[in-house]
């Protein structure tokens, strides 16, 4: 029986290898954002626990030094903040970008699967038309010698 071998699997296996360096980009840059987000919500959570302490200091005795302080710390974490959510903006778009570079290996990949599917197809049909043949000429074969001994008989 004939063995398949696709001629150009060397590029299928190409394509494979691209779409999963896609894939761990694409996962890298989904943690990438992840941790950029972490870090923008503890910022966050930073900020709020500076302003309850700026109501607090301003609500009791007031010391003019410790709200100075807190208001100073408050701008400082706003500054981080505007600056972490562009990080987090940029890692957002790196994640789109990756993104969109699987989803075109992804489909290289499949059409060059369907390419290899096809060529299977097309390899079943020769290797069932050559089976067919070989039928056809035992057949003629059998029926030739068939005749040939009749005649003898006769």
Same mark, same amino acid.
């Given at each position: 029986?004939?063995?398949? @071998?696709?001629?150009?699997?060397? &590029?299928? $296996? !190409? /394509? *494979? ?40 200091? @301003?609500?009791?005795?007031?010391? &003019?030094? $410790? !709200? /100075? *302080? ?51 197809? *097309? ?32």
């Amino acid at each position: 029986m004939a063995k398949f @071998v696709y001629r150009m699997q060397n &590029i299928l $296996d !190409i /394509k *494979e290898k691209i779409e999963n360096q896609e894939k761990i980009a694409y996962g890298m840059a989904n943690a990438k954002l992840a941790a950029e987000q972490d870090k923008l919500q503890a910022i966050l959570i930073r900020r709020a626990g500076y302003e309850a302490r700026s109501r607090e200091l @301003v609500s009791g005795k007031i010391h &003019i030094r $410790d !709200i /100075k *302080e807190c208001k100073r710390a408050i701008d400082i974490m706003k500054s981080q903040q505007r600056s972490q959510m562009m990080n987090v903006h940029a890692a957002e778009r790196e994640v789109e970008k990756a993104r969109e570079r699987l989803n075109a290996a992804m489909v290289e990949r499949k059409t060059h699967e369907k390419l290899r599917e096809k060529a299977f197809e *097309e390899f079943k049909e020769e290797i069932k038309h050559a089976e067919a043949k070989e039928i056809d000429e035992l057949v003629s074969y059998n029926y030739h010698e068939d005749e040939k001994q009749g005649k003898q008989q006769s």
